[in-house]
């Protein structure tokens, strides 16, 4: 077993289009939920040059085994 991280970062122009583009992704259900994620999103996406940057690494795991004809 290996445990390997798959890093890739999305780029978004505006909050509002990050906000738009993740809502889906978090199941944001109402618009409640909708205005904490924004301000979440907000305070932790990191700016670059007017864009919006959100970190989409994630964790794999990579599994094998040897098998033996009998």
């Known amino acids: ?3 390997f991280t798959l ?3 999305e780029n978004y ?3 509002n289009e990050a906000v738009e ?4 992704h978090f199941a944001i259900a ?3 939920q909708k205005a904490i ?3 979440y999103l907000e305070e932790n996406l990191k700016k670059d040059n007017g864009n919006y940057l959100y ?3 994630s964790t794999k795991v990579k ?6 004809n009998t």
């Open 1 to 3: 077993m290996e445990t």
């Open 55 to 57: 970190d989409a690494s």
């Open 13 to 15: 122009s505006s909050l």
């Open 37 to 39: 994620f924004e301000k």
């Open 30 to 32: 109402n618009d409640e």
């Open 21 to 24: 583009e993740l809502s889906n």
């Open 7 to 9: 890093g890739r970062t």
């Open 63 to 68: 599994m094998w085994w040897h098998t033996t």
